[in-house]
């Protein structure tokens, strides 16, 4: 549990070692106070000073203990599930998703609906605020256990959770999503792009939960992804890091609307598919994965051009596990996974140093909605070197 982040033990930073002793305790299925000391850095003194505050908090509870090498037995804390609550909300341009989850990052309830086609944006988002409303009735959690509403939504996304010209979204250019959405359900709104959303709850309650650096692949409508490098979202300058959809993988390849050619979006994603096989996406997948050889070949070789962004993702950011998520992987997840594990294995220049993990995600239908809930919680409890210097 080396990949932990450090506390500090200076003063004035109290919220950031709560944070970190918060997420000490949730990454863990049950730690004790001198486990916590050891993988944080943090005094005993400090340790114990801030799980007290936590058990008043009610986040934390203790849950009987377990034996230590010699001395008296240790307790073991673990997050109170039931203490909060946040909705997460998916919008993808055909469907809105919405989970409502529990403080361990836990989906207690999911809701599915359709969005009209041509909808009006403001009818839209007034959709999402009343499906949220409808999920918090049916599993009778009050406002007050609501920690917030977290939006997982496609980019380009400004600084304010404005929409800002999404290629795929006419008609949302400079949608203020973000505060319309905190106007109609009255609740706090975290906002992120869909695939840093998912990648933030694969780290919360996904396959990621013990890996400190990642990166996920998210392939929907588009293809995006989601950086987490040690520990911290790795969103770049203008939010929009990650863009994994817009590397060149066949020079001479279709035009993209980036303005690149041969982009791994215009060429691996469910459109570019459906051209080449003259059917529609889920009946080439269903093909493939019953193995019916053009439908196959041709979802091999997309994985394959996926598979060179990989290497190429592997190089750039020396990290041990590559996730694969996202609707468009629906029945073929696990061809993607090992056309990928091997490029990897191949081709990574630190194949020798260390292996490269690829993995589906395990949530991946309601990864970026599970994500968007687990935003709410990220933003309110997640360390980070924002609340270090905000004291
Ligand atoms: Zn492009």
């Known amino acids: 549990m080396t ?3 450090q506390g500090t033990n200076l003063p004035k930073v109290g919220s950031y070692n709560q944070a970190v002793v918060l997420e000490a305790i949730q990454a863990s299925d049950g730690i004790s106070r001198v486990q916590i000391a050891a993988v944080s850095g943090l005094t005993a003194q400090t340790v114990s000073v801030i799980v007290r505050r936590l058990l008043e908090e009610g986040l934390v509870v203790e ?10 037995p240790r307790t073991i804390l673990r997050v109170d599930a039931g203490a909060g609550y946040a909705v997460g909300v998916h919008f993808d341009p055909q469907e809105l998703s919405c989970v409502l989850a529990d403080l361990a990052g836990r989906p207690v309830a999911r809701l599915h609906l359709p969005v009209r086609p041509g909808a009006r944006p403001d009818a839209v988002v007034r959709q999402m605020a009343r499906a949220a409303r409808r999920i918090l009735r049916e599993a009778g959690v009050p406002d007050g256990k609501v920690l917030g509403v977290g939006l997982a939504c496609p980019g380009p996304l400004d600084g304010e959770g404005v929409m800002v010209s999404p290629p ?13 959405l905190r106007e109609y359900t009255g609740f706090p709104v975290t906002v992120d792009n869909d695939a840093t959303a998912a990648a933030i709850g694969e780290r919360w309650a996904g396959i990621a939960r ?16 989601g950086l987490i490098l040690d520990n911290q979202v790795y ?7 990650a863009e994994f959809g817009h590397i060149t993988v066949e020079p001479d390849g ?10 791994v979006e215009a ?3 469910p459109n570019a598919i459906e051209a080449a096989m003259g059917a529609d996406h889920a009946s080439v997948c269903a093909a493939a994965a019953a193995g019916e050889p053009e439908a196959l070949r041709v979802i091999e070789r997309v994985a394959g051009r996926l598979a060179d962004a990989a290497v190429s993702v592997v190089n750039m950011l020396d990290i041990d596990l590559l996730v694969l998520g996202g609707p468009a992987l629906r029945e073929v997840g696990e061809i993607y996974r090992e056309v990928i594990t091997r490029a990897v294995s191949e081709r990574a220049l630190t194949r020798r140093l260390h292996a490269v993990r690829v993995e589906t995600s395990p949530i991946a ?3 970026a909605a599970i994500g968007a809930a687990s935003l709410v919680f990220h933003a309110t409890y997640a360390p980070r070197l924002g609340t270090l210097l905000s004291g």
């Open 210 to 225: 013990a890996t400190p650096s990642f990166a996920y692949l998210y392939l929907g409508t588009g293809i995006g992804g």
């Open 235 to 241: 969103r770049g300058r203008s939010l929009n890091a």
């Open 254 to 263: 279709p035009e993209c609307y980036c303005g690149n050619r041969g982009c």
């Open 267 to 269: 060429v691996c994603c």
């Open 365 to 367: 239908a309601d990864a």
């Open 168 to 180: 795929r979204l006419p008609g949302w250019d400079q949608v203020p999503i973000k505060g319309l």
């Open 3 to 5: 990949h932990m982040q």
């Open 63 to 72: 849950d009987g203990s377990a034996p230590s090498s010699g001395g008296k």
